[in-house]
């Protein structure tokens, strides 16, 4: 089983507009509401794929019962900590003139220590053990940026792989632990190392530098140009590409990359074809709407055409 940990979920609500005018009314064309955070996509995406996973998280008010009903009607399982306040809600307005997307994102319910308490709790005693661990996303008001760092060092003294996807105090904090696995995306990486990456030469030195930092695993993100794949000291890195597909939205594409990979992992693959597996679902993901991420048979489809290959 597959834990994934979301500390700031959200309610993720979309709508489509012919155009937007700032001050005006405007009348939506099509509305669509979705589980959102993080984790709870990485989730999302296993269980599509046949795994195992349970999303714990936390959250509150209204919302945080619609979350709750919206992860029932798909039928993941989730063990989520009521907290005082409400569960955020992120809006996405995909127009056409121009085509874009406006997000707005909330900042989330000011958590406190009793409901951290409690959640690590509930990971500690969740039976089976999870054989893998995902940190993800955004921290929310009131819980300190070492959060991270803390409980993946208690999980890897006990010889549970810990996966951290997340970004800014909260990642350069949770590196000091020594995750088995980091998926940071172009921007994530860059702010992370202090640098650009200009070029494929320094794309290519970046992930020896991430791997310096203590990760057993770097999986870098690259949008339509797929994703590396590092190890190992000197670093071993693969590239994996994905076909050309026709993107509808992008938005849960990073989640579903580190989704598939443990999908795959967790069947017993090598990591090489996890990789392969977790492109594919990036991919496919990108094909849907709003936060609708990838179909199975859509996946399927993909990998086969998905390219690896190691670079030295």
């Known amino acids: ?27 939506a064309a099509g509305f669509a509401r979705y589980p959102g955070g993080k984790g709870v996509n990485v989730s999302r995406v296993i269980r599509t794929l046949g795994g195992r996973t349970v999303a714990f998280g936390l959250a509150g008010g209204e919302d945080g019962l619609i979350l709750r009903e919206l992860m029932n ?17 992120n809006y996405k307005i995909v127009t056409d003139r121009p085509r874009a997307l406006t997000e707005i994102n909330m900042a989330g ?5 009793v409901a951290l308490r409690a959640l690590w709790r509930q990971l500690e005693e969740a039976r089976p053990r999870p054989r893998c661990v995902v940190f993800s996303g955004s921290l929310p008001p009131g819980i300190p940026a070492p959060i991270y760092r803390r409980w993946i060092e208690a999980l890897s ?43 494929r ?7 020896g530098r991430l791997l310096e930092r203590g990760p057993a695993l770097v999986i870098l993100s690259l949008g339509a140009d797929g994703a590396l794949l590092g190890s190992g ?15 509808d939205s992008a938005v849960g594409a990073g989640d579903s990359l580190v989704g598939g990979f443990l999908a795959g992992w967790a ?5 090489v074809e996890a990789f392969r597996l977790g492109v ?17 048979d859509d996946v399927r489809r993909i990998l086969r055409r998905v390219t690896v290959r190691r670079i030295d």
């Open 157 to 199: 003294r006990r010889g549970t792989p810990c996966v951290l996807d997340t970004s800014g105090e909260a990642l350069q904090q949770g590196l000091a632990a020594r995750p088995w696995l980091i998926k940071p995306n172009r921007h994530e990486a860059e702010e992370l190392l202090g640098r650009r990456m200009r070029g």
């Open 280 to 296: 594919a679902a990036g991919a496919a993901t990108a094909m849907t709407p709003g936060t609708e991420l990838c179909h199975r």
């Open 267 to 271: 069947s017993g693959q090598p990591l």
């Open 109 to 113: 319910p000011r958590v406190r220590a």
């Open 233 to 247: 000291s000197p670093p071993s890195v693969w590239e994996a590409r994905p076909p050309a597909v026709k993107v």
């Open 201 to 207: 030469r320094e794309t290519l030195r970046a992930v």
């Open 73 to 89: 009607r798909l039928a993941l399982p989730h063990r989520f900590v009521p907290v005082p306040g409400t569960t955020r809600n």
């Open 1 to 27: 089983m597959i834990a994934t940990v979301t500390l700031n979920p959200s309610l993720d609500e979309w709508m489509r507009l012919g155009s937007l005018r700032l001050g005006g009314l405007n009348r």
